[in-house]
């Protein structure tokens, strides 16, 4: 039956065959025809065979043949013969049986099926069938629950993808919360029959080896009702109800109906120390820096009178490319005072950029956090001169010298003279072009390079005592620092130091201070870029909206 195979498109149906050798009767060996000679005779009428047409004697069918084509066999002459008995061959989709109509409709999105329901009441009737629909949760979304069983408590698959999964679909992913300068990351996805907003908090300061905590603010489900039930999760009261209203696209707000669920007993006094001890791990006691307890009772106030109440924006996972130095992707960083965050590594030709999706009052979540110049790599000497933190300011102020003439040189006009740069930087090297030449791309070698021993020069703070004691590569770049409120905002010089593909660090020379980055490693579904040019424009709104 390659003619039915054709048509329903999913290749050769056994059971097609078994039923036409049961009702065919003996027509002898002259009118019988293997499936091979019958598709390759009617590829010839379909115009396959070069001159084919009716000059050549190959029949063209035409409406008449089409209605008569299952009645008759083919014969080795092209034409129908109309002598023989058999089941008719199925002339559209239609005319096939159930099954095959099932298999065909569940290999289709589940966008196009409400279209299928229109042309006919068949096709309309066979889409009520749960295959289809379990299929479509599974394959769309991910859904690893036993399905059956749902069905078995009066949920239909049809309507878990009709009535939540379909239309609640654009706030699957990743989004950052417009907490002022704090920011956050939030991961919509589908937790076994419900959608979950899972917000991500970095570890306890400063175990950046820890993974992230997850908090849920709000779920959806079908259990109480026929229809999608949005709930609230914040608080410690157990879910309560909530609304989640979609702006625009890529955005969505979310609003709790009975915030008296975010209240505790004690007051302000305990909602405080519970936040304290779930955000630090610890008790305001065990706190004696007195500035960090200013930092932290500031994000407490600030972020608390929200009461889940937020505006969401989309933010996407850099792409990545086989020049890129590491893997791109989220990474959890040390910050002094301000405790750990998270940021973004994404690369950019030759640089290398970190973005915060998590931030402090004095550089806000959106900023670009590091700024790493690729083409201009750095020879770190030996581990008696590492010690030494004049002799790494020399090595990146040098290379920092360097760029700043570059750029007052594009500035002037590509006629200014080109000055070369100060013997001695990056190394030995003499200039930017030099290295350009003689270093390879930062992903070019397919070996990882050879480490190398590292230490931090004394003087340098660093809230992890325990790093990685060699590295790959080291490159210069600058770091965004700021005062209070993200006023007098500058770039300074630092030192970027690739430990691993999942380790890297940041020398921010001016403020004698080293952060460690380790990568965040869950899965992070629905994420990804379309395209380059998405995730650009993405980095670029970040930065206008705490700017």
């Known amino acids: 039956m390659a003619v039915c195979a054709r048509l329903c498109g999913v290749g050769q149906s056994r059971r097609c065959r078994r039923r036409q050798r049961n009702n065919q009767q003996d027509q002898g060996s002259d009118s019988e025809m293997d499936e091979e000679e019958e598709e390759r005779i009617v590829g010839q009428k379909?115009?396959?065979?070069?001159?084919?047409?009716?000059?050549?004697?190959?029949?063209t069918a035409g409406p008449s043949d089409a209605c008569e084509y299952g009645r008759g066999h083919v014969n080795r002459g092209g034409f129908?013969?109309?002598?023989?008995?058999?089941?008719?061959?199925?002339?559209?989709l239609t005319e096939l049986p159930p099954e095959l109509l099932v298999e065909i409709f569940s290999l289709l999105p589940g966008t196009a099926l409400p279209a299928v329901a229109l042309i006919c009441k068949k096709f309309r009737q066979i889409l009520n069938t749960e295959t289809i629909w379990r299929r479509r949760c599974v394959e769309e979304f991910g859904m690893n629950e036993d399905?059956?069983?749902?069905?078995?408590?009066?949920?239909?698959?049809?309507?878990l993808y009709v009535k939540l999964l379909h239309p609640y679909r654009y706030i699957l992913g990743l989004w950052q919360p417009d907490i002022g300068p704090y920011g956050g990351l939030l991961n919509v996805v589908v937790d076994g029959l419900f959608i979950i907003g899972w917000m991500y908090l970095p570890p306890h300061d400063p175990r950046v080896e820890d993974p992230m905590r997850r908090r849920?603010?709000?779920?959806?489900?079908?259990?109480?009702?026929?229809?999608?039930?949005?709930?609230?999760?914040?608080?410690?009261?157990?879910?309560?109800?909530?609304?989640?209203?979609?702006?625009?696209m890529d955005?969505?707000?979310?609003?709790?109906?009975?915030?008296?669920?975010?209240?505790?007993?004690?007051?302000?006094q305990e909602e405080f120390r519970t936040w304290l001890e779930e955000e630090w791990g610890r008790t305001l006691e065990e706190i004696f820096h007195e500035h960090m307890q200013e930092l932290i009772l500031m994000k407490f106030?600030?972020?608390?009178?929200?009461?889940?109440?937020?505006?969401?924006?989309?933010?996407?996972?850099?792409?990545?490319?086989?020049?890129?130095?590491?893997?791109?992707?989220?990474?959890?960083?040390?910050?002094?005072?301000?405790?750990l965050e998270i940021v973004m590594l994404s690369f950019h030709g030759t640089s290398a950029r970190a973005t915060k999706l998590t931030g402090d009052p004095n550089v806000p979540a959106g900023q670009l956090t590091l700024d790493i110049d690729l083409s201009q790599p750095v020879v770190l000497p030996d581990l008696e001169h590492q010690h030494n933190i004049e002799e790494l300011s020399r090595l990146v102020l040098g290379v920092h010298e360097e760029v700043q003439r570059e750029v007052e040189q594009q500035a002037k006009g590509p006629s200014a003279p080109v000055i070369g740069a100060a013997e001695g930087a990056c190394g030995g090297a003499s200039g930017a072009e030099g290295i350009a030449e003689d270093q390879p791309g930062p992903g070019s070698s397919t070996t990882p390079p050879e480490a190398q021993p590292f230490v931090l020069p004394l003087g340098v703070m660093a809230r992890n005592e325990v790093y990685p004691r060699t590295c790959r590569k080291c490159f210069y770049g600058t770091g965004l620092i700021a005062g209070h409120g993200f006023t007098s905002p500058e770039r300074t010089p630092g030192l970027f130091v690739l430990f691993d593909e999942d380790h890297f660090g940041f020398i921010w020379l001016e403020l004698k201070s080293f952060s460690l980055y380790s990568r965040l490693t869950d899965h992070l579904a629905h994420a990804h870029a379309p395209n380059m040019e998405r995730f650009e424009a993405m980095l670029h709104n970040m930065q206008s909206w705490t700017s």
């Open 46 to 59: 379909q115009g396959d065979v070069p001159g084919g047409g009716p000059e050549s004697g190959v029949a």
């Open 80 to 92: 129908l013969d109309r002598t023989s008995s058999g089941p008719p061959h199925p002339q559209s």
């Open 147 to 159: 399905l059956r069983k749902m069905e078995a408590g009066g949920v239909s698959s049809r309507d």
């Open 216 to 248: 849920p603010l709000f779920r959806i489900h079908m259990w109480e009702s026929k229809k999608a039930t949005v709930e609230c999760m914040y608080g410690h009261k157990g879910p309560h109800k909530g609304d989640i209203q979609t702006v625009k």
């Open 251 to 268: 955005e969505f707000s979310t609003k709790c109906n009975q915030t008296d669920h975010h209240r505790m007993p004690g007051g302000r």
């Open 301 to 339: 106030i600030y972020t608390s009178q929200y009461d889940n109440c937020l505006t969401y924006r989309r933010i996407y996972l850099p792409p990545a490319m086989p020049s890129d130095l590491l893997q791109p992707g989220l990474f959890k960083g040390t910050y002094g005072s301000h405790g």
